[in-house]
Every structure is written in C-alpha cells, then in structure tokens.
C-alpha cells in the first residue's frame, strides 16, 4: 500500500509495531555498475545499456584507457591493466570500480572523447556522486578534494537527498 512505486520498508510481522529497512550496500552498487558497464556491448553482446538515447559502453572506457597508455602526458594516472582487464579477483575490488566509474574519466571523456561517449561520462559522473553521498567520513575531506557531495549532511533539506530522487527515477 505505497504511496509511491518504491519500497522502502515493510511491517516486521513478527513485531508488528517495528519496520524492516532495505538498504543497499553502496560499494556492492558500484561494483555492480561497472560489471553491468562492462557487460554492455562487449563480449557476447548480450547487453546495451543506454542513456540519453546514446549507449553506454565499456569500450568508450577501455579506448580511452589504451589510447592514455600512449600518450607521454597522462590523463588517468590512476588507471592500470587491471582497471580495465578484470579477472575473478579484480571484479570484487571496491578501489577499481570507484576509479573506474569517477569524475575524472567522465571529465576525460567529456574532454577528448567523440560525442558519442557522453553517455558513458554521464553514468561515471552520476556513478561518483552517487558513492560520494554515501562516503562521507571528514569535516573538510569535499573542500580539500573540491567535491561537494563529500560535505557532512547538515539539514533534511540538503540538495543531494534530491540527488538521489533524481538517479532513482532517471538514472
């Protein structure tokens, strides 16, 4: 009997007067983006993810990991093979997946991608907030790294709870 067409919580049947909480597991979400991502037209092509009426694919990512390895000035400094390369273990590691799915590759591919790639920097934006929301551990931490969402949450009326409205209805 939601008002809404997201279910949040339910009654605890076996104490009828408590709620039950779902919740996600942020580092697993990231995780499992990406792994969606890379699924998405490589491989078998099984999978297109789309948005914006462009595709969002691993190879905008994968092509501008290859073509940064060739460049004497990097752009991705934190990008390595296993970023990119994943194998049973990698695809667990939170550090690959948050790098991966960061700012700074949606700033790259925004930068010097083909225009088709803005669809892929769109999700590595909204992939990065979304994280930083749930990351928040510091005072100071989003005036060092000049990253708003990592702010301490101050108000009920904060901007980024309409954030999360936003990537849950359109993301």
Same mark, same amino acid.
């Given at each position: 009997?939601?008002?809404?067409?997201?279910?949040?919580?339910?009654?605890?049947?076996?104490?009828?007067?408590?709620?039950?909480?779902?919740?996600?597991?942020?580092?697993?979400?990231?995780?499992?983006?990406?792994?969606?991502?890379?699924?998405?037209?490589?491989?078998?092509?099984?999978?297109?993810?789309?948005?914006? /009426?462009?595709?969002?694919?691993?190879?905008?990512?994968?092509?501008?990991?290859?073509?940064?390895?060739?460049?004497?000035?990097?752009?991705?400094?934190?990008?390595?093979?296993?970023?990119?390369?994943?194998?049973?273990?990698?695809?667990?590691?939170?550090?690959?997946?948050?790098?991966?799915?960061?700012?700074?590759?949606?700033?790259?591919?925004?930068?010097?991608?083909?225009?088709?790639?803005?669809?892929?920097?769109?999700?590595?934006?909204?992939?990065? /907030?979304?994280?930083?929301?749930?990351?928040?551990?510091?005072?100071?931490?989003?005036?060092? +790294?000049? +990253?708003?969402?990592?702010?301490?949450?101050?108000?009920?009326?904060?901007?980024?709870? /309409?954030?999360?409205?936003?990537?849950? +209805?359109?993301?």
């Amino acid at each position: 009997n939601a008002d809404s067409d997201v279910c949040y919580r339910t009654v605890n049947l076996f104490a009828p007067h408590r709620f039950i909480y779902f919740l996600s597991d942020a580092p697993h979400l990231v995780k499992t983006t990406r792994n969606c991502l890379r699924s998405s037209g490589s491989g078998s092509c099984t999978r297109y993810m789309w948005n914006y /009426g462009k595709y969002v694919l691993w190879q905008h990512i994968t092509a501008l990991y290859y073509e940064d390895i060739d460049n004497g000035l990097k752009l991705l400094p934190r990008l390595i093979y296993e970023h990119i390369n994943l194998n049973a273990y990698s695809v667990m590691r939170v550090n690959l997946a948050a790098q991966v799915l960061s700012a700074s590759v949606a700033s790259v591919l925004k930068a010097f991608g083909p225009p088709e790639t803005s669809a892929t920097a769109k999700i590595c934006e909204m992939v990065d /907030g979304f994280f930083d929301c749930l990351n928040v551990r510091s005072k100071t931490e989003h005036v060092v +790294k000049r +990253k708003p969402f990592l702010a301490p949450y101050t108000s009920s009326d904060d901007r980024r709870y /309409g954030f999360f409205h936003y990537i849950c +209805k359109f993301g």
